[in-house]
C-alpha cells in the first residue's frame, strides 16, 4: 500500500512469501548461476587452448567461487562485501551499508530478506567478481552464447526489418508528416515488442510464424496497455523548433536492454530516426559488464553492427554499413556508465551518478528499453497501479522520457481505475508472461 507523502511504498522482496520476487530469488536466480556454472564447464577445452593449465586453475576456481555463491543464496546467508578492487566495488559496498541501515531489528542485509531489486543486480555482480578474481576469466562473458544465438536465430526477422526500413529511405524525400509519424510508430512498437526478445509471440493468431515483425503490429495492439506514443511522437516534433528556429539538431538517448534481435530492432529504429531527419544525435547506453544474462555490452554493439555488414542479403548489409558509418562520424555513439550496472533506482541518479544525470539533460528524449529499466524507473515498489508514472520517478525527471517495456515483473503504475483488476481476470499472470507492454511517458515540462 503505498504511504501517501514522503514515504515511497516497500520494496518488492523475497521477504514476501509467493511473491514473483520470492519465486525468482527461491528458483530462477539459483537456475541462472548453474547454467553459468555449465557454461564454464562447457568452454574447459577452449580455456585449455587458450591459455594452457593457467586457464584450466582459473576455470575451477572461478566454478568454486560460483558454487559458493548458490549456497549462499540457497540458504540466505548474509550478503558479502565485494574484494574485487574493480571501478563500481567501493559504490557497491556503500549501497550494503545504506541497506543494512534499512534493515529490520538489525538483521543482516540476505537473499531473502532484501529488496529484490538489490539481490538481483548483486548476484550479477558477484557473478563478475568470480570472474574478476580469477583472471583469465576476467575478460569471459559467460552470456555470449545465449545473446549471439538470438542473433541467429531472428535472421529472417532482421532481413525483412532492413529491407523495410531501407526501402522506406529510398524514398524518404516525398513521405508525408502523416507517413513519417505512422512509419515512426511502427519502428517504436517494433522495439517495444523486441524486448520480448522476439515477435513469435503467438498474439492469439494462429500464423504466428509470419517473418515479417511489421505485419504482427496491429494484432499486438491489444496488449499494450499504457500508450503514450502520441506524446514521444510531438515531443520529438516540439524538438525540431518551429519556423525560422528549425533547429534539426533534437538528440535521442537510447537505454538499451538485451542484445540479439532486441539490439537490431533499437538499431533499425535509431536509423529512422537520423534518416527521417527526426534527429541529429542518437546516444545509445549499454552495460559495462556482462547484466542480466542478455543486456547489451559494447562488444556485443560492435559485433552486432559487424555482422550486419557481414550479411550476405543487399539490405542487411547496406544498415549495417550505414550503422557502421553512423558510429565513425559520431551521428551515433555508445556509452556504458557504471550507473547501470548499480543497484540504484533511477531516482538515486542525480546523487550518486550526478554526472550521468548531467549528461542525460541534454538530451530531447531517452528511451528505456524493458522491464529491468522500468523497475529502476519506478524503485520496484508496491506502488498502486493507479498512481501516476510521474509520481512514482520520484523526481528522475533529466528530460523527457519513455518506458518501451514488455512486462516481467509485477510493478505496474499508470493505468486507469479498474484496468488492474480487468486485466488481472483475464490473465492472472499479466504482470510477469511478457505478453502485456507500455509505451509510457513523462516529461519534466508536462503539468504534473
Ligand atoms: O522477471 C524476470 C527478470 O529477471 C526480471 O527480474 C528482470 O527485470 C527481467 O527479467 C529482465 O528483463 P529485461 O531484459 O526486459 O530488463
Ligand atoms: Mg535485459
Not at 261 to 269: H, I, N, R, Y
Not at 280 to 306: A, C, L, N, Y
Not at 377 to 398: I, M, S, Y
Request: aromatic share 12%; glycine share 6%; net charge negative.
Amino acid at each position: 500500500m503505498e504511504v501517501e507523502g514522503i514515504f515511497p511504498p516497500l520494496s518488492l522482496s523475497a521477504k514476501f512469501e509467493g511473491s514473483f520476487a520470492y519465486l525468482t530469488v527461491r528458483d530462477r536466480l539459483p537456475t541462472i548461476l548453474t547454467k553459468v556454472v555449465d557454461t564454464l564447464h562447457r568452454n574447459k577445452e577452449n580455456f585449455f587452448k587458450d591459455y594452457g593449465e593457467e586457464g584450466i586453475k582459473a576455470e575451477k576456481r572461478a566454478i568454486s567461487f560460483l558454487s559458493k555463491l548458490r549456497n549462499e543464496l540457497q540458504t540466505d546467508k548474509p550478503v558479502l562485501l565485494l574484494t574485487d578492487n574493480a571501478e563500481d566495488t567501493e559504490a557497491w559496498n556503500e549501497y550494503m551499508g545504506r541497506q543494512q541501515d534499512l534493515m529490520e531489528d538489525g538483521q543482516p542485509v540476505s537473499w531473502f530478506k532484501s529488496p529484490w531489486l538489490y539481490m538481483e543486480c548483486y548476484m550479477y555482480r558477484r557473478i563478475q567478481e568470480a570472474l574478476y578474481m580469477n583472471p583469465p576469466m576476467d575478460k569471459f562473458d559467460v552470456y555470449k552464447e545465449g545473446k549471439t544465438q538470438s542473433f541467429f536465430e531472428s535472421q529472417q526477422a532482421i532481413k525483412s526489418l532492413c529491407t523495410y526500413l531501407q526501402e522506406l529511405i529510398t524514398n524518404m524525400e516525398n513521405m508525408t508528416e502523416m507517413k513519417l509519424r505512422e512509419n515512426f510508430l511502427k519502428f517504436l512498437q517494433v522495439s517495444l515488442w523486441g524486448n520480448k526478445c522476439d515477435l513469435s509471440i503467438s498474439a492469439g493468431q494462429d500464423n504466428s510464424q509470419r517473418s515479417n515483425p511489421i505485419d504482427s503490429l496491429s494484432d499486438l495492439q491489444r496488449f499494450i496497455i499504457v500508450d503514450d506514443s502520441n506524446m514521444v511522437w510531438s515531443t520529438l516534433v516540439a524538438a525540431q523548433g518551429s519556423g525560422s528556429s528549425l533547429k534539426k539538431h533534437a538528440r535521442v538517448d537510447i537505454v538499451l536492454d538485451n542484445a540479439g534481435f532486441e539490439l537490431v530492432t533499437d538499431l533499425v529504429l535509431a536509423d529512422f530516426l537520423i534518416s527521417a531527419g527526426l534527429a541529429k544525435q542518437i546516444r545509445f547506453h549499454g552495460k559495462s559488464i556482462p547484466w542480466f544474462v542478455s543486456d547489451v555490452t559494447k562488444q556485443d554493439f560492435e559485433w552486432t553492427i559487424m555482422q550486419t555488414v557481414a550479411a550476405n542479403h543487399k539490405w542487411m548489409s547496406a544498415s549495417g554499413a550505414q550503422w557502421k558509418h553512423f558510429m565513425k562520424e559520431g551521428t551515433w555513439s555508445y556509452h556504458d556508465h557504471p550507473f547501470w550496472t548499480l543497484p540504484y533506482e533511477f531516482c538515486d541518479m542525480a546523487l550518486d551518478a550526478a554526472d550521468l544525470y548531467r549528461t542525460l539533460q541534454g538530451s530531447d528524449l531517452i528511451l528505456f528499453k524493458g522491464d529491468l529499466n522500468y523497475r529502476k524507473l519506478t524503485g520496484d515498489r508496491k506502488w498502486e497501479h493507479t498512481v501516476l508514472f510521474d509520481r512514482a520517478l520520484r523526481g528522475f525527471q533529466p528530460a523527457p522520457l519513455c518506458s518501451l517495456r514488455t512486462l516481467k515483473a509485477d510493478v505496474q503504475v499508470g493505468l486507469q481505475p479498474g484496468q488492474a483488476e480487468k486485466l488481472s481476470s483475464q490473465d492472472p499472470d499479466w504482470m510477469t508472461s511478457g505478453k502485456y507492454a507500455v509505451v509510457q511517458f513523462s516529461s519534466p515540462h508536462r503539468e504534473q
